[in-house]
């Protein structure tokens, strides 16, 4: 079901990562007045620990992950210019290209089926000498990979990128400002309740990642827990990685612009600890090298954690709550920040009435109330 803001003239945003800073972009674009209000800094939690994968989607194209990312990728060029041009700093939004591979015959004759079946958007599966042109680096263990668009977003340069261009639209960017409760008033939301301060706004958007599911006052309660990712760069040096590198489950491989290759993550639900462990980084390491073995030769540049916003489902919860005027956005687990310029189009279909662009009814937080 989809609710127009009717008279609505301000809108508070609870959450600084990615999500929110685009979400409070998207309703200034709209003419309301936006406070965003995030709890430490802005894109300092997920957002900053992400690798920024940006892919076509596989999987089952009857899946609601499947349909976000495939608007996603749609969207993504335009969105990375557009917040370029409004900020001056380029994300790093480059489309290299992605290789999922394949370890033995029987993964590279699965990854075929999924190709016949449209499980791998735009797909083709790639083997012999033509894989090893396409990427040189592959070491023996990888007998074959299917080839799909995409690539990835510097996902730290977006983060402060959506900052300015918020700033810059008139959005009210408070740090250190913690949501303390979601206050509804005869089953609309009429504001937000602050450590010894009270925020009046007729719309509110919790895009809080992995504190959402401890935000009193939502309606309903969406239980996104926090998992754990340990992840790692290294520099690459003269070693040249030309594609995004997907494994089922990760690790991931993915090369930036300024020159390293993050490898990541572990999938950990651990709480909100944040120790980095001898073997998380061993696990990702030996993978790494067991895919493209001149890795080894690599210095580690950075190691560090993140905790990524996990819904039970996991699907994301976007779309209207349990109280007039409260919208959520949150709960996109390792998707990361590549279903964020999808998200952003859906939410706002539902926030002012529109057509949306892909069908809401899976993402619904009310599949939790």
Known sequence: MC???GAVKDAIVIGGGA??????????RRGLGVTLLERAQTGRAASWASAGIVGAPTGPQNEPGFQLQKLSRRLWPAFAAEVQTESGIDPEFRETGCLLPAFDDNEASALQRAIGLGQVEDGRLLQGAELRETEPILGPAIVAAAWKPGGNVENRRLCKALELADRAAGVEIRTGAEARSIRVTGGRVVGVDLVDEFVAADLVVVAAGAWTGSLPGSR?????VPQKGQILALDRGPVTLRHVILTPGDPYLVPRADGRIVVGATRELAGWDNTVTAGGIAWLLTMAIQIAP?????AIHEIWTGHRPLSPDGTPAIGVGAAEGLFFATGHGPSGIGPLPGTIALLSAVIFGEPP???PDAFSPLRFG
Do not use: D, M, Q
């Open 19 to 28: 999500i929110g800073l685009a979400t409070a972009r998207e309703l200034r």
């Open 357 to 359: 662009p892909i069908s």
């Open 294 to 298: 001149a890795l080894k030769e690599c």
């Open 220 to 224: 309903p309660v969406v239980p996104i």
């Open 3 to 5: 609710r127009s803001t």
